[in-house]
């Protein structure tokens, strides 16, 4: 079956490390990638989309990766802020207009 | 990034009433929006896609009826839950999307519904 998998617990961690976010996927052969940020009791704000011929991509302090061959994107935030904290959503293109989510994972960035 | 306002954010009503959501591109024409449904910690759960002057395409398992989608203009698109029902307490957040915007999707800020 195919699914979009991120890491259901939630990452903790020190106010200017880095934090490093999951997002697997199988069954799936998707032509681009995204990452969306998701606050309590909003909608999801888009922060970067990656295809599936680039390796890598940044955004200020956001960087991403995508590896088609293991089916993998990691979601990097350097110099994480408390700011940063909140619901990241790994998102792909099964083709057509859909776009299908995973459960996303929340992150705390402690001062 | 677009504008997408969502309305109303929160709304609490009888059960057996019926509920509109709208759901606006503010600054560009929205060929498509879709309208997703989120249980809390759960993923956004796509209920429908709607394209402008066409019915809108349901997923396996949402019910036509219960779930009208009107998709009027390419700025506007609503959602109606008719005869609501505690079980359709939720998330509802809807998104619009256009191609010349690049694949990505612009959410509302949502609505949430609490049905007593």
């Known amino acids: 079956s195919q699914k979009i998998e991120q890491n259901s617990e939630a990452l903790n961690i020190q106010e200017g490390k880095t934090a490093t976010l999951t997002c697997n996927y199988t069954n799936y052969s998707p032509a681009y990638l995204q990452w969306y940020r998701q606050d309590p009791g909003r909608g999801p704000v888009f922060l970067l989309l990656i295809r599936e011929n680039e390796k890598e991509k940044r955004k200020e302090r956001l960087k991403v990766t995508f590896d088609t061959t293991l089916k993998q994107s990691l979601f990097h935030i350097t110099a994480s802020q408390p700011a940063d904290s909140a619901t990241y959503l790994c998102?792909?293109?099964?083709?057509?207009?859909?776009?299908?989510f995973g459960a996303g994972t929340r992150l705390f960035v402690k001062a | 990034g677009a504008v997408v306002s969502q309305h109303p954010s929160w709304v609490i009503c009888k059960s057996g009433t019926s509920v509109k959501i709208e759901c606006r591109s503010l600054?560009?024409?929205?060929?498509?929006m879709f309208w997703y449904r989120q249980f809390p910690k759960q993923s956004l759960m796509l209920m429908a896609t709607?394209?402008?002057?066409?019915?809108?395409?349901?997923e396996q398992g949402v019910e036509k009826d219960k779930f009208l989608i009107n998709h009027a203009s390419l700025t506007l698109s609503t959602l109606t839950v008719t005869s609501a029902h505690p079980e359709d307490s939720s998330f509802y957040i809807c998104s619009a999307f256009s191609r010349d915007r690049g694949n990505i999707q612009y959410f509302g800020a949502g609505t949430r519904l609490s049905v007593l």
């Open positions: 998102a792909l293109d099964p083709g057509g207009f859909k776009t299908i």
């Open positions: 709607s394209n402008e002057g066409s019915k809108a395409t349901y």
């Open positions: 600054d560009f024409q929205a060929t498509t």
